[in-house]
């Protein structure tokens, strides 16, 4: 995950985020439907258990042959409890988020409704990783940390090490420092890019259990994944933080699984030397094969000059697909509509700008495939900002769509008058 918010919207992937560069990873448990295997009977006797280093050991070698690559160096993981993971998110969370980063996109979040107007994004992050990690890489530090709560080397414990030791694989072979998720400006395409790191890992960890746990060692991972108490603030944050978050693993994992499919592990090699530029291409992975770039858009530089004395432009970034149908979903209760009406996505930016006694100004610009892309969004959009009390307007030019939402008519207004 970036080791800094990502801006706009993706700012919230932050909070399942990407081993390989500095923040925290959740290891997902696979279902037991995913990695369900006949349980072995019972011994006599007790079988003796093996000490952690080889348990590690053994997990190290087979993820190895699994994923067909092979280490550069030797990792060990980093055993912590809950109370030291709680300081260590709190930390990186404040070393690698700026304070005016974080301010501006829970600005935006809020701007588009997303978030109520008295959470805190901070306050979500930090609940959210503290509740839900069990552990992550860091690729600056080329450390590798499991979450014990139980103090155990249960199944939990086997199956994040199989996961983030992946990260290290990946990282090794492929320097994770070089896939720029970081960038502040390009959400969408670290988001992408985030989802080909974690789906990969969330494939090798899923043969790696489907292979070494027993029927009652998966009934104990997902007793333990469905914490009542982490089930109830993962549930209980908004659609944007929840599904944003955990995108990278699910959707990741089928665009992996696809890339698997025409031409198994040497395929997912040549996707981490040419990764997907946009979520539109995880989504569709026909995008992906035919390489269909996102449509570059850019927002006029002068508009912060035409808005007047005391506005500043604090944010620019691009939504991307997958991201503008969460929002879109504010105005229907269907997800298959609002997913529709994000298809046929072409390319973005928005831009959020603030100026005095709290008054601020959203602008997204949107680029589509065909005119009857743009105007299916323009009409969902139109639909969203009403639905959401927005103060906005959804403008319709061709194969382009323009929408502007201020804190007050007069800040859309004067936001509508810089543009032209």
Known sequence: MPRRLTGALAAVVLTIGVAGCGSPVTSPSPSPT??????????????????????????????????????????????????DLKTRVEKLFNDENPAPVVKANERLLKGLKLIPDDASLTKMYLDLQS???AGFYDSDAKELFVVSRSGTLGPTERVTFAHEFTHALQDQTFDLNTFDLEVLDQGDR???????????????????????????????????????KALEILNGLPPVIREGALFPYDAGLKFVLRVQSTGGEPAVDDAFHDPPASTEQILHFEKYEDREKPVAVAIDEGIVGRLGNGWKQTLQDTLGE???????????????????AAAGWGGDRVALYEGSNDRWAILMKTAWDSEQDALEFRDAAAATIGASDSIGAANLDGETVRIMIGSDDAAREELAAALE
């Open 131 to 133: 509740s839900q990690i």
């Open 34 to 83: 995913q990695a369900a295997q006949t349980p072995q009977p019972p011994s006599a006797s007790p079988t003796p258990t093996p000490p952690p280093e080889e348990v590690y050991a053994a997990i190290k070698e087979r993820v190895i042959e699994i994923r067909g690559v092979e280490p550069k160096k030797d990792i060990d993981p980093q055993v912590i409890d809950e109370a």
């Open 322 to 340: 997958f991201q503008l149908g969460l929002w879109l979903r504010l105005g229907t209760d269907q997800q298959g509509l609002a997913q529709q």
């Open 190 to 228: 670290g988001l992408a890019r985030l989802s080909l790191i974690e789906g990969d890992a969330t494939a090798v960890m899923t043969v790696w259990a489907q292979e070494n746990l027993s029927l009652v060692e998966l009934l104990q991972l997902s007793q333990e994944a469905s914490d009542p």
